[in-house]
């Protein structure tokens, strides 16, 4: 203070002074210079100078709005109103003349205006309500700690005066007793201590509650001396303040954090939700901050108030933020180091709770939490899109070739994916969004967005941002079904019908696995004798030509030119002693968005079976050119009449011989060859083409190709386990090969005598007298003829035993192999039971 | 300005002497006014209340009881 402040607040202290006694009737008029007055100026002075800050904060309103409320509650309505009324006057009031301080004036009028009320009720109220203790030392602090010490000295005197004359005046002193003793205990009053905590609950220090970083959150500060029960109450209290630091501090680092490191969307969202909460814990605050300040409203009039708000109050209303916001420490220890899906994951998890209270906060978070994870959902779904600049979907793109699209192009996370979304639920959203990529990428068509649009429709959300949210699973899963369903069909439309997808599989069916019986025969027999020179020979080119005239030779001339052109002919890599047998196989190319279907991998298999049926139909081939030469033998038997009895002999049973192990090598290549052609590809192609139609998605496609060919490569003995099977099968073409080539031999031999035999007899007619030189040629015919019949029947032999024990141990594998339909083989080719006869027999023997 | 200024006081004044009378302070006007100016000069509300209050004892009990 100024020192004209000082002298003026002097004078006017002398005044107040002068007045207060003049107003007294003991003092009616007092002398201004009389020591007793001066004694009281001078203990007004100290008064005035023990306490130059008031104990509460400014806040005019509020002490007016307590001051009406009392009021009020007295049953004084009509005096509030007026109170309320001249205060709003009061307050009005301003510029020059008006009171400057009015908080002060009013709150002096409220302590005034108590100290006079409870002098009114006199001793009484302290002596009828001493245990009230704590709470009247906080209404009596207006008289301070100063009167403190004589107080106690009084009150003591006082009760020991009364003792003599009541005895009943024992419980009132010990109850005095306790009052003081409380009153000593207590530096600091209620009041304050709540303010105290109710800045801490904000994270701030106040006054005499710091936060203490040794034990690691807020208490009463050592040096000050209250109560054990309070100082444990006020570390209750803050233990809300150590939260709210804990939350706080996440927050905003995590807001710090942002732009420079992947907070994520999801993060951000539940930063968003915690801010929210905070700020509803605000709201709390300022209102419990406001109320401090008024008394308890009470029935009776009698009993004196103390503020509103005591630590024990203050608990109660503490109650439900903390439950919250412990909730909310929780969540942020434990989603310090996770992100999108895991983070709301991890949420969700918390949200199974069984209190409501709780549920309810939770089902709000999660809905803030989630709401950037469902809006990636949507977008995937409806539209494609993998909005998710910062990994948090639990759906993951990866740049790919197209042909790898659908395969590899985009995965599921695991660790991403929120509990709340099942497997199941997630494949199909993976796969809904595949399909909208893979149909503009792969098949470069855009009427995926009507069906979106359609499936978002039916679904009853609209295609909007926002459109879902959490604890919708229903409705999410509902979108997913909805758009899945038609989307997956609409690209199997298009795959039917813009890319023939069915048409092509057939395609490859009659190309690749030999279906088209006119085009494969002709094909054999004009690529067959080029392809029996050496690998190294052959021009891939000329396979081609041959392919080309195949084609037009043959019904497949009325195909799609498209697929027409797809056939190639592939010449594998070759050593150097291959055939072109060995090399030589058809190929066919599969466009985008087709070579989604047969990868790499599928027409290797293709090429693994089409070599394979080759083979076979070589076999089959070379068996029915065997037949070709065997059939006029009837006649070769006749012309041989002039031979030798013995030679003759050796001729007719090696011809016996020869057509005896054909018949039987034709009887299991026939039967074999029914078994792949009917039992294996037409069954396994009919089954596909069942699957097919009730295929709903392109993975139920894939699948049912896959098995497709699966069981063509299982049944056709090309399979892992049937290995041994195989081989033994290859030893039997093998040996049908080299019977074919002694076969011809032989044939070409048996020609070769007939000619010179007819020949000699031409010369024996015309030249008579030369007999003995041809009787001399003749022998030499018949010699040779004897020798290389005798040679062919021998090779004969061994074929037919190799075969026999060959197609043996065939077929004594053939019952080993799982497939049912392979025991079907077996009986065909064992119907007369001859085989498993002879193989006990030979058993026995 | 005077003229208003002082109106504006005076006013104040008896805005204030009805909200005492409310209350019941048993303050009278001259009083009210020379603490109104007392916490214009920042003083302690609460202390001037206990001034209040302990000079009104004086009324009841002795003089002595003080130091």
């Known amino acids: 203070m100024e020192d004209d402040d000082q002298q003026k607040a002097a004078d006017l202290v002398q005044e107040l002074v002068l007045r207060l006694l003049s107003q007294n009737p003991q003092t009616p008029n007092p002398d201004p210079n009389s020591p007793a007055f001066l004694k009281t100026l001078r203990y007004a002075f100290r008064i005035l100078s023990s306490r130059l800050t008031p104990s509460v904060a400014p806040d005019a309103t509020a002490i007016a709005e307590s001051l009406k409320r009392r009021l009020a509650t007295q049953g004084k309505s009509s005096d509030a109103l007026a109170f309320a009324d001249l205060y709003t006057k009061f307050a009005s009031k301003t510029g020059p003349g008006s009171v400057n301080n009015k908080w002060a004036l009013v709150y002096l009028l409220k302590i005034v205006s108590d100290d006079r009320k409870s002098a009114v009720n006199g001793l009484d109220s302290s002596v009828l309500l001493p245990n009230l203790g704590l709470g009247d030392a906080a209404s009596s602090l207006g008289n301070g700690f100063l009167r403190g010490g004589e107080a106690k000295k009084k009150d003591w005197s006082n009760g020991v005066l009364l003792v003599s004359k009541d005895p009943e005046n024992l419980r009132d002193i010990a109850f005095r007793e306790y009052a003081t003793l409380v009153k000593e205990e207590n530096e600091v009053t209620e009041e304050v201590l709540v303010r105290d905590v109710l800045y801490a609950s904000q994270g701030i220090d106040g006054k005499y509650v710091k936060f203490n970083s040794e034990i690691d959150g807020y208490a009463v500060l050592d040096y000050v001396k209250v109560p054990r029960a309070t100082r444990i109450m006020v570390r209750m209290l803050s233990e809300l303040g150590w939260l709210f630091r804990k939350v706080k501090t996440f927050i905003s680092e995590s807001m710090d954090r942002f732009p420079a490191e992947e907070v994520g969307t999801v993060g951000q969202a539940f930063c968003a939700a915690l801010q929210d909460e905070l700020s509803d814990y605000y709201k709390l605050l300022a209102v419990l901050e406001a109320q401090a300040m008024n008394p308890i409203p009470l029935v009776s009039e009698s009993a004196s108030s103390s503020n509103y708000l005591s630590l024990r109050r203050l608990s109660v209303w503490f109650a439900e933020p903390m439950v919250k916001m412990r909730l909310m420490a929780v969540l942020v220890d434990k989603c310090k180091i996770l992100r999108g899906g895991a983070m709301a994951g991890a949420i969700h998890l918390h949200a199974q709770h069984g209190d409501p209270l709780v549920h309810e906060f939770m089902m709000n978070l999660l809905r803030c939490v989630c709401s950037p994870l469902f809006e990636m959902v949507r977008s995937w779904v409806l539209e494609g899109e993998l909005e998710d600049t910062f990994g948090e979907f639990f759906i993951v793109g990866q740049p790919v070739k197209v042909d790898l699209l659908w395969r590899e192009g985009y995965k599921l996370h695991p660790g991403m994916l929120p509990s709340f979304i099942s497997p199941s639920l997630a494949q199909k959203i993976l796969r809904t969004g595949k399909s909208i990529n893979f149909l503009r990428v792969c098949c470069d068509d855009h009427g995926w967005a009507d069906a979106a649009s359609e499936a978002a429709a039916a679904s009853g959300t609209t295609t909007r941002r926002g459109g879902l949210g959490y604890g919708e699973t229903d409705a999410l899963e509902h979108l997913v079904t909805e758009a899945a369903k038609r989307i997956d069909k609409h690209l199997l439309d298009v795959l039917y019908k813009r890319y023939k997808f069915k048409e092509h599989c057939l395609a490859i069916k009659r190309y690749l696995l030999l279906g088209q019986g006119d085009f494969v025969q002709y094909l054999m027999d004009i690529v067959g004798p080029k392809l029996s020179e050496p690998a190294n020979n052959i021009s891939s080119f000329e396979l081609a030509g041959f392919l080309e005239a195949a084609i037009r030779a043959s019904n497949a001339q009325y195909d799609d030119r498209d697929m027409l052109d797809r056939l190639r002919v592939k010449m594998m890599p070759h050593g150097s002693g291959d055939r072109g047998w060995d090399v030589f196989s058809l190929e066919y190319e599969a466009r985008v968005p087709l070579d989604t279907v047969f990868t790499e991998s599928v027409l290797s298999k293709y090429l693994r079976v089409f070599n394979f049926l080759w083979k076979l139909k070589r076999v089959e081939h070379a068996l029915i050119g065997i037949w070709k030469t065997m059939k006029p033998n009837c006649i070769t038997s006749n012309s041989f009449v002039k031979l030798q009895t013995s030679v003759k002999l050796q001729l007719l049973s090696a011809l016996r011989r020869c057509q005896v192990l054909w018949n039987e090598m034709n009887h299991f290549v026939t039967n074999f060859q029914y078994y792949i052609m009917f039992e294996v590809l037409e069954v396994s192609w009919s089954n596909f083409s069942k699957e097919m139609e009730a295929a709903k998605d392109l993975d139920d496609l894939l699948a049912a190709h896959e098995k497709y060919l699966n069981a063509i490569v299982g049944k056709s003995l090309l399979g892992e386990q049937s290995q041994t099977i195989r081989k033994s099968l290859f030893v039997l073409f093998e040996l049908i090969l080299r019977f074919r080539s002694h076969a011809d031999r032989l044939y070409e031999g048996i020609y070769e005598l007939q000619i010179r035999t007819k020949e000699s007899g031409r010369e024996r007619n015309k030249t008579q007298e030369s007999s003995s030189w041809i009787s001399e040629g003749r022998k030499a015919i018949t010699q040779r003829a004897g020798e290389f019949l005798q040679s062919m029947s021998q090779d004969m032999d061994s074929i037919a035993k190799e075969y026999t024990s060959s197609l043996d141990g065939f077929l004594s594998l053939l019952p080993l192999q799982q497939s049912v339909d392979l025991k079907f083989l077996f009986f065909r080719l064992d119907f007369t039971e001859f085989y498993s006869r002879l193989h006990s027999k030979g058993k026995e023997s | ?67």
């Open chain 2, 1 to 67: 300005m005077d003229q208003e200024a002082a109106e504006t006081a005076r006013e104040s004044l008896e805005l204030v002497f009805r909200m005492s009378n409310i209350l019941e302070t048993g303050l009278d006007r001259h009083t009210l006014s020379v603490l109104i100016a007392l916490c214009d000069l920042g003083l302690n509300p609460e202390a001037l209340a206990a001034v209040v209050k302990e000079l009104r004892q004086e009324s009841g009990t002795n003089h002595g009881s003080l130091r």
